[in-house]
């Protein structure tokens, strides 16, 4: 495939099967000692309420930027970059039992996706911050940032962001997005205002106010399967018409082929040929029903709740 292929507009639940396209199938948080995800997390907190002042002063009026404050915040950051800071975690015995315990993939909603599209939104905050840093304060020797770099910066962070949607099933233009707006109208009811945006907010409220169906999140009544681009087999692109069989068939009946085939696949000498290349190409993920039914759209194989 060649960039001149991507179309020029797409739906979010296009976009997403585009992201899956792209998206790495190997996420394994183990790899990394909970301690430097913790290290990391903590410091990212700490940049992140600097920035906050920085940005409650410029964004809300009643809000004054307080430099003792800042100062204090930078101090936080500098002790928790600190390999003095990593010693004490380790000599807190109650720390060291709770990060020797951790599963940062497994405790969060949309598992190993989500953990993925958690640290990636992080990572690309911090390139933001870098253009920002940039495009604010020019070197002589640095040129200033360009359109084209904030909007490809932009594009990443969007990119992670549909993985974490897709990975907990609330669709970005009919939950994520709507509850947003709902949640921003409950604290701002006319237009922005200054005062609410400074006084305190009533948390509960606002979430409540988030989902007209609360069942969306924890019920999605689609998954995306497969983009037919991807739909190989020994190294040949299927053609639509070859999925065309199937189209109305359960997701059940296709879990039924796999363990079917996977008791074949002992018997068939090697080289030998295994009937059903159409059904042996989808991999459906474990969070899609039994119930749910293949259909067949013009670039993708997606699973649908009847």
Partial sequence: MTPDQVPNSMTPAEYALWVKRSESPAVDATMVPPTALWQAATLMIAAAEAINQIKRAVVYPTCVFNPDDFART?????????????????????????????????????????FHATVGVLSEAGELAELLQLAACPLPHEDAP????WIEAWGDMNWYNAIGAD?????????????????????YPDKFDDEAASGERDYAAERASMFADAGAIESPREWAVLPLDEATTSGMRLTQKAWQ??????????????????NLAKYIPEGGVVPGVVLSNLD???????????????DAVIARLP
């Fill in 74 to 114: 930078m101090r936080d950051a500098e002790w928790i970059a600190s390999p003095d800071y990593t010693a004490k975690l380790t000599q807190n015995r109650t720390m060291a039992a709770a990060l020797a315990a951790a599963d940062y993939a497994k405790c969060i909603p949309g598992g190993e996706r989500m």
């Fill in 146 to 149: 360009t359109r084209t770099e």
């Fill in 167 to 187: 990975a907990m099933g609330a669709a970005l233009d009919t939950v994520i997005w709507p509850g947003n707006i709902r949640k921003l109208v409950t604290r």
């Fill in 245 to 262: 069989v199937i189209d109305g068939v359960p997701v059940s009946a296709v879990r039924d082929f796999h363990r079917a085939m996977q």
């Fill in 284 to 298: 459906i993920d474990d969070d899609v029903p039994d119930d749910a039914v293949l259909h067949l759209t013009d």
